[in-house]
Each structure stands twice: as structure tokens, then as C-alpha cells.
């Protein structure tokens, strides 16, 4: 507060600007829960209820004799957790903290900060809890082979972005500032 600013080095801001986007993802996290791991596990128990749901489902409707080649199980896994991925980053990057928040009365916090840290942090938890389900299933119930590994994680980082580019667009729609179309009209542009 009482001390003088100087300039810093391009290297210098770009390392301090990620230490405050992982305090902040950290805080983010943290936020909803007490524990972190109550965050992961709340995140783990969201997957595996909506799998359950939808397996029940195609049970009661007979499609799951449909013509899936491959396990049925992970073929399900596979939407929701794109889906999961998708909707969970809409919200938190729609709803990141404006700047009428206490939080960014703090010196190095601002806008760009909070977005990339309601987006990370979503990226952060349903990755972990993507990667403990699917080791849970390979190890309890069936070993499986991802044939196309990379066609499928590919499909992960495009689930978040979209999330984030809409959840860019509301968030604009929200403050009513034409600076953030502008913004997230340059960010959508350089996920392309």
C-alpha cells in the first residue's frame, strides 16, 4: 500500500501475474469447501452420480444394446465428463469476481486475474476427478486400451475452451461493457 511502484521487467510481470493467478486458483477452490480434497471429492461424486444416472437410464430405455463399439461405460464417461467440463467452466467463468469485489481491492489482483482462475481452477478439478474415476474403473471393474489417446484428450481442452469463450461472452453480457466483447472477441480468436 505505502510502497512505490516501478517498472518491471516483461519476464518479471508474467512471473508475478502466475503467482497470483495460482493463489488465486487456490483460493477459488478452496472457496465452496473447507478442504480442498472436499472440493475434489464433491467434484468426483458429481461425475460418478451423473455416470450412474445415465447408465440407469439406457438400462430402463433398452439402448444399451445400442451398436457401441467399445465399452458402453466409458462411451457414457466420455459425454459427461466433456459435458461436466464444459458447463461447471461456463458457469465459473461467467460468474468470476467483478470489480466491485472485496477481493479485488488487493493491489495485484484484477479482471483478467479472476477469469483465468474461475477457468483454471474448473480445468484443475474435473481434470483431477476425470483421471481418478477412469483409474478407478481400470482398476476395480475393467482394463481397458484408449486406442486414439490423443483424439481423446483432445476433446477435453476443446470442451474447456468453449466453456471459457461462452462463459467470456455472458460475463460481458452481465457487466454490459463493450471492452470485454472486445476482449473475449481476441480471446476466442486466439483459441482458433
Known amino acids: 500500500m505505502f510502497e512505490t511502484r516501478r517498472a518491471k521487467s516483461p519476464s518479471n510481470a508474467v512471473i508475478t501475474m502466475g503467482i497470483v493467478v495460482f493463489h488465486s486458483v487456490v483460493h477459488r477452490i478452496r472457496k465452496s469447501q473447507r478442504s480442498p480434497i472436499m472440493s475434489i471429492l464433491t467434484s468426483i461424486m458429481q461425475s460418478v452420480t451423473m455416470v450412474l444416472a445415465f447408465i440407469f437410464m439406457m438400462d430402463i430405455l433398452g439402448m444399451r444394446g445400442a451398436a457401441v463399439r467399445g465399452d458402453f461405460v ?41 477469469i483465468l482462475a474461475a477457468a483454471l481452477s474448473t480445468l484443475y478439478l474435473q481434470l483431477l476427478s476425470m483421471l481418478v474415476i477412469l483409474a478407478g474403473y481400470y482398476v476395480m471393474y475393467n482394463h481397458f486400451t484408449v486406442y486414439d489417446t490423443v483424439g481423446f484428450m483432445e476433446m477435453f481442452p476443446l470442451a474447456w475452451a468453449s466453456g471459457c469463450a461462452i462463459g467470456i461472452l455472458l460475463y460481458g453480457l452481465c457487466l454490459g461493457r463493450p471492452v470485454l466483447f472486445h476482449c473475449s472477441q481476441q480471446f476466442i480468436n486466439a483459441l482458433i
Open 74 to 114: 466409458l462411451y457414457v464417461m466420455s459425454g459427461i465428463f466433456l459435458y461436466l467440463t464444459h458447463t461447471q467452466t461456463v458457469g465459473a467463468v461467467s460468474g468470476a469476481e467483478t470489480s466491485s469485489s472485496p477481493m479485488m481491492q488487493h493491489a495485484p489482483m484484477n479482471t483478467v486475474v479472476s
